[in-house]
């Protein structure tokens, strides 16, 4: 906060290039703290020492006799427990993990060659950028029937968000013997037209972020992490098969940072994909994914159809975060026991609980519409608005759409604002309440949007879908 009002003091007197560097900082910063991201101690004690550098470098163009600046150059007390008051902590503790989930979809979005000032400005001050970016680039998300099998080959496993770093590794990887797969919240780049090309792309492996433990020992081959969702590898064997780049870092695996050209050298990887075995097989058959806003509204003809017809009755919004808890099996539960004319709409790796499920279709419309990543939670809500729009009604609450959504860390927290600012209610959220929510202010979220937890699968799906 201090930076950005230092920069707000200093407007005209920076260069444009060195605010963009500080920004990128920012949002490194930011992300970096992210849930699961980075757990590499010296890493964030240097990101640490160069925001604080950066503050003084800017403290140092303010005059002695600048107003403006006199109090904001004071030390104050920080740290979440340092305001006493539990609504105002809470409030701001809302307000900061959705900032952090704001800096991960911006830092995904710049990667890719797009930003906004206007982004950048709100995230200091209050301290659908990246789906424009990825389509642009990368194309619009087709349906794709994608492999959970393996191949003979040695490979290369890429988990985390970043296309940019999938896009380069396949380019590096084309020729070399070595295929990629996909992994987590990465699986969604198989839907993407330019990832299309590339026939060593072989598939998927494993399910959710919190089953790598035992599915990177099994895949045998090494792991490319670039973006949030590591968790603590249990062997030294696996840590020696880790590579960390973006945001993300582990102590003890080779962290790959960019040339000046945001260029990535993934040699390492590849030298040591081609020494190891191929994967070992945990898995048969395919999964269906690539329904975002363009192309659900390339077949709004066929879904209107069976939303007038009756054949589809109720649309489930289920996207958000998956976990180890053993309470989050109630959303595999919850969506085999939905009726046959239900259709669920998932973005997240929340999917992981039932994107293997065998629902079936409603004439010839899966049951599970997979949009993509967590930040294509965005195509849902273009989803909504346009549903509205084609049924002529006045208020998104109104459509046929109920809203069960999962949250584990500050992604999802974005994710929800932003349903909040346009106005959807009614909904449910769990398994359990964000624990940063004071009493009060969950009161208010209740009260004000209808906010509510989760029970049984049995009584939500009475609740949401057959009342």
Known sequence: MLIYRLLFILEGNINVGEIAKINHQMLRSLFMTITNA??????????????????????????PYDSRASMLLKAESIGVLATENEDIRSLRELIIYGL?????????????????KEIYEFTYEALALLDEANTSKYGNPEITKVNIGVGKNPAILISGHDLTDLEQLLDQTKGTGVDVYTHGE?????????????????????????????EFESFNGPILFTTNCIVPPKSDEVIKRIFTTGSSGYPGCLHIMPDKDGKKDFSAIIEMAKTLP???????????????????MA???????????????????MAGCDGRMKSREYYTEFAE?????????????AKFRYNKLDLGDIGGIPRVLDAGQCNDSYSLAVIALKLKEVFGLDDVNELPIVYNIAWYEQKAVIVLLA????????????????????PNVANVLVNTF???GIGTAEDDIALLITN
């Open 450 to 452: 209808g906010i509510a």
């Open 419 to 438: 349903l909040l600012y346009l106005g959807v209610k009614n909904i449910h959220l769990g398994p359990t309440l964000p624990a940063f929510l004071s």
């Open 278 to 296: 191929s994967p070992e097989e945990i898995e048969t058959g395919s999964i269906v994914g690539g329904f975002a806003h363009n192309q659900v």
């Open 100 to 116: 952090k989930g704001m800096a991960a979809y911006t830092e995904h979005a710049l990667n890719i060659g797009k930003e906004s």
């Open 299 to 317: 077949l709004s003809e066929q879904v209107v159809g069976a939303v007038k017809s009756g054949a589809i009755k109720k649309f489930i919004v």
């Open 38 to 63: 980075n757990f590499d101690d010296w890493a964030i004690e240097q990101q640490i020492k160069k925001m604080i550098a950066i503050g003084n470098e800017l403290k140092g163009n303010i005059t």
């Open 186 to 214: 990465m699986l969604p780049g198989h839907y993407y037209p330019a990832f299309k090309q590339y026939d060593h792309f072989i598939g998927n492996y494993g399910g959710s972020w919190w089953k790598q433990v035992g």
């Open 337 to 349: 026991k939905l009726p046959k004319d239900t259709v669920i709409l998932t973005a997240g790796c």
